[in-house]
């Protein structure tokens, strides 16, 4: 009865981030109006979808070869012969030329081994049944094939480990059986088992665990009444589990739900009592599992597990009084997104990326959550953005979700990292983490604080920003006016010379301040000066001559270069040395890579693994940056 589908076909599924298309859900308004406090695991399906009658003990199975889940039989007074198929918005009533006769009680399964989906035995309105038929997505094919004896309420699945189908139990014309049959996609055959078996029964509920590579058998109707006990098939034993069990009961609809990993059980009967409740097999025990939402109490519902959304899908059964036509949807919360990335250097803000969640749950994400932290004070951080959802009844699949969002209200100069969650119907998903940024923005203007003419040049000294916004200042820039004039200094300096004025003629000087989110205003013009007579005070200094790159090695995709220096200080000691690195010859002259201190004479760095680098060296002082070193090539 309990149709487990394909673990093999499920472990691509849980790679699917596909979403179940166009939903129409009853009794949800607004995912904003949610204020339940467990998940909405189940959602019920307009019943303006139509679809088969009420009824109950039919055969479903997901069948992945068309991606549709097939139903067929059942009972409502009568013992039914109908075939449909749910895509997923819509039941279809399908007319095979041939067919198997009405059944109830028949067991059905797909089987990824040979792409079809299998139905043996039921009930009839003449006996049980021991024929078995295959479906191709167009009609019934009886296999010519002998095999079990007649028989209904088996449990049958697919089982992933040996690619097989299994069959267990049932009940026959003489009583309640025990016996286990394979099926191979062209016979049946019955192992041989030594060790203890599960007691005989009928109407047990059975699914295939994906992670314990076992299939998984609990309850179902025994001699002496519901049985509440736990067995797992390996392929060529059963086990019984020690485990605390849910209370004894039989019709209960069970299936591995591949977003947690777990073997859910819902409903059953023990006779008196029909349930609504929800349990988790994790492997080992079970768990009662929630669900603020929930199909109402029944038993011999038919189920089965669409690996394409990751979602179970259950329709109709019996509430001890009246057969039940309504469907419903199982699912989870989205996972994590994936390839969480901030970027910043952008003033008190940062905008991050993310990549789709490997699996949406098996309901449709309307949203992303994003949350800051800030890693330099805790207590600045909790700034959020979330991405524009759908707020209507529909929720659909067909509709994008941005998954980009720019956080705001940051500090300037704090380290931040970002959460990103999807959420859905159900709830909100598990968060993945970004890198970490620090918002930054342009440092204020520099002060300059006096020009110094010189012969043919000026010496211009200034005092760093009262704001460097929120990240070092790397470098200033001072140009001269008019003629453009400039020197480009590290950040530890705060002087530098202009060479190339020209005597006699007259000059004001403007300031900029750079760090990694941009380059300052410029600074109040400074005070005219004429550059032709040396400073008053203190000895000519020149800009250094360039030192020489001696060695080259590369190390993995690590290269360092070794470098004597310039023969020519310019007059007095270096302050550093400036490292340029380009992707083309001559292509690194504009900006450095890096300043290293004037007493180190080797530096390494990582390059991009196969692309030819270039480098030079150029020495700096209290004049400015000197003429380029000679030039190296490396291939990373």
């Not at 198997?100 to 989906?117: C, F, I, K, Q, W």
């Not at 989205?334 to 699996?359: C, F, K």
């Not at 749950?361 to 959020?384: F, H, L, N, P």
């Amino acid at each position: 009865m309990l149709n487990a589908l394909s673990p093999l076909r499920r472990r691509v599924a849980v790679l699917s981030a596909v979403a179940i298309g166009a939903l129409s859900l009853v009794g949800f308004h607004s995912p904003a109006d949610a204020t339940v406090t467990a998940p909405s695991h189940w959602m019920q399906v307009s019943a303006l979808v139509g679809g088969p009658s009420a009824r109950y003990d039919g055969s479903m199975a997901y069948d992945a070869a068309t991606g549709t889940t097939v139903y067929f039989g059942g009972f409502n007074g009568s013992v039914l012969g109908e075939t449909w198929s749910w895509n997923g918005n819509v039941w279809t009533h399908l007319t095979p030329a041939t067919s198997p006769p009405a059944l109830r009680g028949a067991s059905m399964v797909y089987d990824e081994a040979t792409h079809n989906v299998v139905l043996f035995g039921g009930l009839s309105a003449t006996g049980p049944s021991a024929d078995t038929w295959t479906w191709d997505g167009t009609t019934w094919t009886k296999q010519l094939v002998s095999g079990p004896q007649a028989r209904s309420g088996a449990s049958m699945v697919y089982d992933a480990t040996t690619n097989d189908v299994v069959l267990f139990g049932g009940k026959s014309n003489g009583g309640l059986l025990s016996d286990t049959w394979l099926w191979s996609g062209t016979a049946w055959t019955s192992p041989t088992l030594t060790t203890s078996l599960p007691a005989p029964r009928y109407e047990a509920s059975m699914a295939y665990d994906v992670q314990a590579h076992n299939v998984v058998l609990y309850g179902g109707l025994g001699v002496a009444g519901p049985i509440a006990n736990t067995w797992t098939w390996d392929g060529t034993s059963w086990t019984l589990q020690l485990a605390a069990n849910p209370a004894g009961r039989f019709g209960a609809s069970m299936f591995y739900d591949a977003n947690t990993g777990d073997v859910v059980l819902f409903g059953g009967s023990d006779s008196v009592n029909t349930y609504s409740e929800m349990w988790n097999w994790n492997g080992s025990s079970w768990s009662s599992l929630l669900s603020s939402t929930a199909p109402s109490g029944r038993y011999l519902s038919a189920v089965a597990y669409n690996t394409a959304t990751n979602s179970a899908v259950l329709f109709g059964g019996f509430n001890g009084t009246t057969a039940l036509s309504d469907l419903w949807n199982f699912v989870e919360t989205p996972s994590a997104p994936l390839n969480v990335h901030a970027t910043s250097n952008a003033n008190t803000e940062s905008v991050v990326t993310w990549n789709v969640p490997v699996g949406t749950g098996g309901t449709v994400i309307y949203e992303y959550s994003v949350v800051a932290t800030d890693v330099t004070m805790a207590s600045r951080g909790g700034q959020t953005c979330n991405t524009a959802g759908t707020t209507t009844v529909t929720i659909s699949s067909t509709t994008p979700v941005p998954t980009t969002c720019t956080v705001t209200g940051l500090t300037n100069g704090d380290q931040y990292r970002f959460a990103v969650s999807a959420v859905s119907l159900v709830g909100t998903g598990p968060a993945s983490w970004s890198n970490l940024v620090r918002p930054a923005t342009a440092p204020s203007a520099p002060v300059i604080l006096k020009v110094v003419p010189g012969a043919g040049s000026a010496m211009v000294y200034w005092s760093v920003p009262t704001l460097t916004g929120g990240t070092p200042v790397g470098s200033y820039r001072v140009v001269a006016s008019p003629g453009g004039a400039f020197c480009h200094v590290p950040l530890r300096m705060l002087s530098c010379r202009i060479v190339g004025l020209q005597n006699g003629g007259t000059y004001s000087f403007a300031l900029t301040a750079t760090n990694a989110a941009g380059t300052s205003v410029a600074s109040t013009t400074s005070v005219l000066v004429n550059p032709g007579t040396p400073a008053p005070v203190g000895r000519r200094v020149t800009l250094p001559s360039a030192p020489f790159i001696t060695t080259k090695s590369v190390q993995g995709n690590f290269v360092t270069i070794r470098w004597i220096p310039p023969v020519s200080n310019g007059g007095v000691r270096l302050s550093g040395y400036n490292i340029y690195v380009g992707y083309s010859p001559n292509g690194a002259a504009y900006r450095p890579l890096v300043p290293v201190p004037f007493n180190q004479f080797a530096y390494t760095f990582q390059a991009v693994k196969g692309q030819m680098v270039y480098v030079i060296v150029r020495a700096v002082n209290s004049a400015g940056i000197g003429p380029f070193s000679n030039q190296v090539a490396a291939v990373g």
